[in-house]
């Protein structure tokens, strides 16, 4: 080849849209956060916030015959399981044990 003769030259550009991969960034980190929210009001294993708040349903405990709230009492003997837990009336094994500053140190009366 001789200096006289023309050359052709080839030049690729390749541009990355970084905004396109922000975006995607952005939206990852938004479902994982909604998700994690999600998880902790609405259930997630204990109920969540919004969950079985011991009026019985979904994640009731008070028929494991454990002690699920470390106040000494399970089922029978801790007042969470009953309805109306000033006088012991309307056990429901589908209520949640929640409270366990209200186990009194005998049990059930």
Not at 47 to 55: E, H, K, Q, Y
Not at 67 to 78: L, P, Q, Y
Not at 86 to 107: L, M
Request: net charge negative; proline share 5%; aromatic share 4%.
């Amino acid at each position: 080849m001789s200096d006289d003769e023309e050359k052709t030259e080839i030049t690729v550009n390749v541009e990355v849209n970084n905004d396109s991969t922000k975006t995607m960034l952005v939206a990852a980190v938004v479902i994982v956060v909604g998700v994690g929210i999600a998880l902790s009001l609405f259930g997630g294993g204990d109920g969540g916030l919004f969950g079985d708040d011991g009026a019985g349903g979904i994640g009731g405990n008070c028929g494991d015959g454990e002690d699920n709230d470390g106040g000494g009492k399970a089922d029978r003997d801790d007042p969470d399981c009953y309805h109306e837990p000033e006088v012991w009336k309307g056990y429901d094994a589908d209520r949640s044990e929640t409270n366990g500053s209200n186990d009194p140190p005998q049990g059930r009366p």
